[in-house]
């Protein structure tokens, strides 16, 4: 028996077009440099200014806007086509988090919290896919969180938020998945970011303590969880779609 040497191992991503939201955050910076090196031009998105830092090559172009505003997500679309004539990957990565119990949280908490992970979820999810259906294919990746199977206290809002990134997930992969578009999403555990920055006195610290609820021993670093979006954005994940990848060092196996 022979083996088949004649193997592609490339990604397929050279030359494609990706929008990454959050873009300015630990995991958005991560996974703009990963595919970036993959030879994908990208719209960098995110609230902060500082986003526009991340536009020092031709390969990416930054945008400052707020995720849950319908115009930031159009602009994002505008500006893909208007560089770089396409858009076939789109990263919802862009997050906020809030620690309140439910007696705590006020409507404008709730809100706040679903406007900018599930609402934006899905206006870049609907204006992206005007564009991917024309073409007849599309990768989406929606950055969730072990919160979406798991109950963890003080988390309801982000939980909910992160459940329903999930569910639409499966919803946009069985609508579209006969017209060339794969809807997937991430689920990671907890990553050393600035996700708590403003939020605890040292942040990183806090997210550090969190080491021993992982049975891998630690928790997640943001390239790990880059390297997962970039597999889903990838062809070699053609055949998936719907699903939720959980990349939290085995925390959910639990
Ligand atoms: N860090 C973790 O432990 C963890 C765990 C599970 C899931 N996640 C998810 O990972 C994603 C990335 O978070 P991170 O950990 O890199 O944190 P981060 O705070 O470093 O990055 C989040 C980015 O989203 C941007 N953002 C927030 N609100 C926005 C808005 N309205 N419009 C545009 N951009 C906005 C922020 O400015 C920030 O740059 C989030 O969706 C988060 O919920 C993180």
């Excluded at 988390?155 to 998945?177: C, D």
């Excluded at 021993?212 to 053609?238: C, D, T, Y």
Aim: hydrophobic share 50%.
């Amino acid at each position: 028996m022979q083996i088949n040497r004649n193997i592609d191992l490339t990604f397929g991503l050279d030359g494609k077009v990706a929008i990454v939201t959050g873009a300015a955050g630990d995991i958005g910076k991560a996974t703009v440099a990963l595919l970036v090196a993959h030879g994908v031009k990208v719209i960098a998105e995110d609230i902060k200014p500082a986003v526009s830092e991340l536009a020092c090559t031709g390969q990416v172009v930054a945008l400052v806007g707020d995720v849950a505003e319908e115009e930031t997500a159009k602009r994002a679309i505008a500006l893909a086509l208007e560089h770089f004539g396409t858009v076939d990957i789109l990263v919802n990565n862009a997050g906020r988090t809030m620690n309140k119990a439910v007696l705590e949280m006020s409507v404008a908490d709730w809100d706040g919290i679903m406007a900018v992970n599930a609402r934006g979820t899905f206006l870049h999810i609907r204006e992206a896919l005007r564009i991917m259906l024309d073409r007849g294919n599309g990768a989406i990746v929606n950055v969730s969180s072990i919160v979406s199977e798991v109950g963890m206290p003080q988390t309801a809002v982000y939980a909910a938020s992160k459940g329903a990134i999930a569910q639409l997930t499966k919803v946009v992969a069985v609508e579209y998945g006969n017209r060339g578009i794969r809807a997937n999403a991430v689920a990671p555990g907890v990553v050393e970011t600035g996700i708590l920055d403003g939020m605890v006195e040292d942040s990183r610290a806090t997210l550090a303590s969190y080491d021993h609820l992982h049975p891998i021993g630690r928790v997640g670093q943001a390239s790990e969880i880059a390297r997962v979006i970039v597999f889903l954005a990838s062809q070699h994940a053609s055949f998936i779609t719907g699903a939720t990848i959980m990349a939290d060092g085995g925390y959910t196996a639990q």
